[in-house]
């Protein structure tokens, strides 16, 4: 399946530009140490396209922009997509608290 109009449009946008209505949050991307975390993009799935849409920060790829990645067309990656979500889950979940502390600690 191809990215929707809407996907094909935000894809390459500055990262301030808000998501479209089909967007569906689905976790963030984030490397280096629980000490020193640093958020590389939030990940967003269209449900109206399946395209998966990247909202990069300044250390995403590309910085400050916003990227498409269209779905792979394969059928049998249900499994490996539900475990993707569940780590997605988590790492949304560990990316609250440390805010969360980190807005205590302030
Ligand atoms: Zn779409």
Redesign the pocket.
Known sequence: MN??K??MRLNGQHSETRPHG?LRLEGTGVFGTPREPIRRYVQYR?H??G?WLRQNTERGDPAGLWSLQAPSGRASVTRDETLKDEHAGRAVEWLKNTIESAKGTG
């Open positions: 990215p929707c809407a996907c089909d269209c109206t396209c395209s």
